[in-house]
C-alpha cells in the first residue's frame, strides 16, 4: 500500500466553483502535513501546512482527520491561476521523511 | 535571498557517462533531500542526509551516490550504473525538525541521448 494516495484527476470546474480534495496516508505515525503545488516542469511549492484544528488561508483550507487518516484541501472561488498539480505531503514523526502523493491535476476552465 | 540553487537547470549525457548535479542552500537548514520525478508520476526520494558526513539511501537509490561534505551542499551523482536516468531531478531542504516543511530547488532536467 502506498504510503500516501490520491485521486489523479483531472479535476475539469469552471472559474468561480469549489473544488475540493482529499488525500489518504498509511501510517498513523505521521505527524506533520503539507498541501504543495506544482505548476507544469516547475518545482513544487509550498501551498499550506494542514495543522490539526484546519487552517484557512484566503480561498484555501485544509482539513486533517487523524481518526480517518486523511487531510483535505478546499479551494472556493477557483481562478484560471489555480490550475496546477496539487501534491500532498507527509512527514513521519522522528524520521523526516517525507511522503509524497502522486498529485491531483485542476484544471479551471474560462 | 535564502533559497536553494540547483545546477545545470538543462543536462544531456551520453549512455555510459556519469554526471553530477549540483545543489547548494544558503537556508542553514540540517536536512537535505533529491527526488526524481518522471512525467506524470510522483516525486520519488532518492537519497537524503540529515547531518553533515551522514546520509541514507532513500527508496530509488541504485545507482545513485551522494556526498553531504559541508552543510550547504549535497550534489547527486547520476551513475553509467542508473538504467533509465532520463527525469526531472529535484533538490529540497528542510530545518530538520519535524515539522518543518520542505524548499525546493528549481529542478535539474537530465536527458540521456
Known amino acids: 500500500r502506498k504510503e500516501v494516495e490520491q485521486d489523479p484527476g483531472p479535476f475539469n470546474v469552471p472559474e468561480g466553483a469549489t473544488v475540493a480534495f482529499n488525500c489518504t496516508y498509511s501510517?498513523?505515525?505521521?505527524?506533520?502535513f503539507f498541501w504543495y503545488r506544482q505548476d507544469c516542469r516547475k518545482e513544487p511549492k509550498l501551498l499550506m501546512s494542514?495543522?490539526?484544528s484546519g487552517n484557512e488561508d484566503g480561498r484555501f483550507t485544509a482539513q486533517l482527520n487523524r481518526a480517518s487518516q486523511y487531510i483535505s484541501l478546499l479551494i472556493r472561488d477557483s481562478k484560471l491561476s489555480d490550475s496546477a498539480t496539487y501534491l500532498c505531503?507527509?512527514?513521519?514523526?522522528?524520521?523526516?521523511?517525507?511522503?509524497f502523493g502522486s498529485g491531483t491535476k485542476l484544471n479551471v476552465k474560462p | 535571498d535564502g533559497g536553494i540553487t540547483q545546477s545545470p537547470k538543462y543536462l544531456f549525457r551520453k549512455e555510459g557517462q556519469n554526471v553530477t548535479l549540483s545543489c547548494e542552500q544558503n537556508?542553514?537548514?540540517?536536512?537535505m533531500y533529491w527526488y526524481r520525478q518522471d512525467p506524470g508520476q510522483g516525486l520519488r526520494l532518492i537519497y537524503y542526509?540529515?547531518?553533515?558526513?551522514?546520509?541514507q539511501k532513500g527508496d530509488i537509490a541504485e545507482g545513485y551516490s551522494v556526498s553531504r561534505e559541508k552543510k550547504e551542499s549535497f550534489p547527486l551523482t547520476v551513475t553509467s550504473a542508473q538504467k533509465n536516468p532520463t527525469a526531472f531531478y529535484l533538490c529540497?531542504?528542510?530545518?530538520?525538525?519535524?515539522?518543518?516543511?520542505?524548499?525546493f530547488g528549481e529542478g535539474s532536467r537530465l536527458t540521456v541521448l
Open positions: 494542514v495543522y490539526s
Open positions: 542526509s540529515q547531518i553533515v558526513n551522514d546520509f
Open positions: 537556508l542553514n537548514h540540517d536536512a
Open positions: 505531503v507527509v512527514n513521519r514523526y522522528n524520521f523526516n521523511k517525507f511522503y
Open positions: 501510517n498513523s505515525a505521521s505527524q506533520s
Open positions: 529540497a531542504s528542510s530545518i530538520g525538525e519535524t515539522t518543518g516543511e520542505l524548499f
